[in-house]
């Protein structure tokens, strides 16, 4: 089951969270998150005989090419610049863990592997090599990676509560599993940035996705 790293009662000093760290969340989001982890918990306990192996995977803020969604940093980053306009930026200084989609994915093969060999622990953490980094140096590397600076705005106010501060321990993942992310911010931004360049320039998406799944997957 995946949640989300928002499962974690954030006190916004800068921890990286680890598995046994208590769950909790003060936004709705962060909330329903910390339940669904309790929901599993308690099937877990009560059907786990019938139902076999179950347990949760947490991840950081994921980008990559081919994301569209709405209200997603890169996604309204891209439609910004297409519509030669500037990207309105909630809280340009809070920092998160970002992190490649394809470091996480594999993550969560290689978990649920280990599950159905019996040999998963019940929650793990994904998280990227850099605990976390600013928004608005997201914007920094992409605007690098581009090869022209982004251009932003700070919104005139946050419209809800949201934690400043999040990041990730992933020890438990490396040490279980043998994953480790093959990205950094910087790297992960850039390969971001090249996938939204070469199809804005035309590139087929879905060949694009296939050859980095490709990669990604390689031993």
Request: hydrophobic share 45%; glycine share 10%.
């Amino acid at each position: 089951m995946i949640t989300s790293d928002k499962v974690y009662r954030n006190d916004n000093q800068g921890r990286p969270f680890r598995e046994d760290d208590p769950l909790g969340g003060h936004d709705p989001y962060s909330a329903s998150k910390a339940a669904c982890e309790i929901a599993v918990a308690s099937w877990r306990a009560s059907f786990g005989a019938e139902i076999g192996g179950m347990a949760t995977a947490r991840a950081g803020n994921v980008i990559g090419g081919g994301d569209f969604g709405a209200e997603r940093l890169i996604p309204d980053l891209v439609r910004a610049r297409i519509a030669d306009q500037a990207l309105v930026i909630r809280r340009p200084d809070a920092t998160r863990p970002f992190q490649h989609v394809l470091d996480v994915l594999r993550g969560y093969l290689l978990h649920a592997e280990a599950l159905w060999a019996g040999a998963a622990p019940q929650a793990l953490n994904f998280g990227p090599r850099d605990a976390e980094i600013s928004v608005r140096r997201v914007l920094e590397l992409y605007g690098t990676a581009a090869g022209a600076p982004i251009a932003w705005e700070a919104a005139p106010a946050p419209p809800m509560e949201e934690a400043q501060r999040l990041a990730l321990d992933s020890g438990l993942a490396m040490q279980s599993l043998g994953w480790a992310p093959r990205h950094d911010a910087a790297s992960a931004i850039a390969a971001t940035a090249r996938w939204y360049e070469a199809w804005r320039g035309g590139a087929d998406g879905r060949a694009l996705a296939l050859a980095e799944i490709e990669d990604a997957l390689a031993p």
